[in-house]
């Protein structure tokens, strides 16, 4: 248990952010024994022009002509801040001196406003937890010099389009110059131990106070009449992380079984050959509130991810919320999936999908769904901080 201490955490999410965070999460569950100062990123000129509409952008406007505070309380032992300050917008220069130059411009401006806020608080000896932003806070380490500095890597941020100019290269940097690396799969993890020797697999956490199945008392009108057994999926539906020809493998080989997809579709998803095979139902986007009662639908949850960059490494909590409600899971095979090797049907190609799937509906019983809940509950935001915690204290004990 780390207690006491003085924490600065920095990152790609605000507070506010409207999307889950990973890095949120924690931040509250530091804030339980230590203080805490949660650091908004700071606006780029570009995003201030572009999303001048978008209320949180105002909001942020408003920050920076100071007729709103920059520090918040937002409980006894947490604050957040939204630094005064404007970057640089420098993710598409090419030259990578040009990209480097500015860049160290932007950590100096972002550190600056950081280092004001550790003063009027009075931080000291203060732990710095980056959550992959390897850009604005590259400089950090040397700029506002901490007693600790952890990078947590929860995804392979260097795969997406945005980072691919300069973000390998960034990212391999600071792993190297970081006390420690927290990363949430096993497979990030040996990504980070071949920059730095501490680097240590710290798993993830959830809320699953939604996913009970003693909650669900009636399940939606537009999936209780679907013909059984249903096979769904719940989230977004993008073509770069599922694999659309395993559901139409599914679909096309078991016509009697219904294939459920619960969630936004990206264009790809709008115009593939599934919508078009009748024993596939698109539901599209619910409150998340609303998505428990689908899964209680559900005979086996599925997440057929596509097999690149951006999924290898992936953690996806929806499997935990999927074996919360007890649910048999299929799953395409991954190193990051292993963790869950015990407890999912884990597919090397489509045509395990179905054999596997088969397998599932008939193999099912009490005993296995209710193995199934407790190992989804040990994953808490509170274990995984205390694996953060541990790994800590091996360097600091």
Not at 23 to 42: D, G, M, S, T, W
């Amino acid at each position: 248990m780390v207690e006491n201490r003085d924490i600065i955490i920095v990152g790609l999410q605000s507070l506010d952010s409207e999307i889950g965070s990973n890095c949120v999460n924690i931040a509250y569950e530091f804030a339980k024994n230590n203080r805490v100062l949660y650091v908004n990123y700071p606006l780029d000129r570009l995003t201030t022009i572009r999303h001048n509409s978008n209320p949180s952008i105002k909001k942020r406007k408003k920050i920076l002509k100071g007729n709103e505070p920059d520090l918040v309380q937002i409980n006894k032992n947490m604050w957040n801040l939204y630094p005064r300050t404007i970057l640089e917008s420098i993710n598409q220069i090419g030259s990578k001196t040009i990209f480097n130059y500015l860049n160290k411009i932007n950590n100096k401006r972002y550190a600056k406003k950081i280092n004001k806020s550790i003063e009027k608080l009075g931080f000291k000896n203060f732990i710095l937890f980056n959550d992959s932003d390897f850009y604005r806070s590259f400089y950090l380490k040397e700029l506002l010099k901490p007693a600790l500095f952890v990078y947590y890597t929860r995804d392979n941020m260097v795969a997406t389009d945005y980072f691919k100019k300069h973000g390998a290269r960034y990212e391999e940097a600071i792993m190297k110059k970081a006390d420690l690396v927290a990363a949430n799969s096993v497979y990030l993890q040996n990504e980070a131990i071949k920059f730095n020797q501490n680097s240590y697999y710290v798993g993830q956490g959830c809320d699953l106070t939604l996913f009970d199945k003693t909650l669900i008392k009636k399940l939606p009108d537009d999936i209780e009449t679907i013909k059984k057994p249903v096979l769904g999926y719940i989230g977004v539906l993008k073509s770069s992380r599922l694999d659309i020809e395993v559901i139409e493998h599914l679909a096309v080989s078991k016509p009697e079984w219904s294939i459920v997809l619960v969630g936004p579709e990206d264009d790809k998803f709008k115009n593939s050959k599934l919508h078009k095979i009748k024993n596939i139902h698109f539901l599209g986007s619910k409150n998340i509130d609303e998505l428990p009662s689908y899964l209680a639908a559900f005979d086996i949850a599925i997440n057929p991810q596509l097999l690149n960059e951006l999924t290898i490494g992936n953690y996806p909590r929806k499997i935990d919320e999927y074996l919360a409600m007890g649910k048999p899971v299929l799953a395409t095979k991954t190193e990051a999936m292993q963790t869950f090797s015990e407890h999912v049907y884990l597919a090397e190609n489509k045509e395990e999908y179905v054999t596997l799937a088969e397998k599932a509906l008939k193999k099912n019983n009490s005993e296995k769904e209710k193995a199934r809940e407790e190992f989804a509950k040990s994953h808490t935001w509170e274990n995984n901080v205390l694996k953060i915690y541990k790994a800590i204290q091996k360097l600091t004990n």
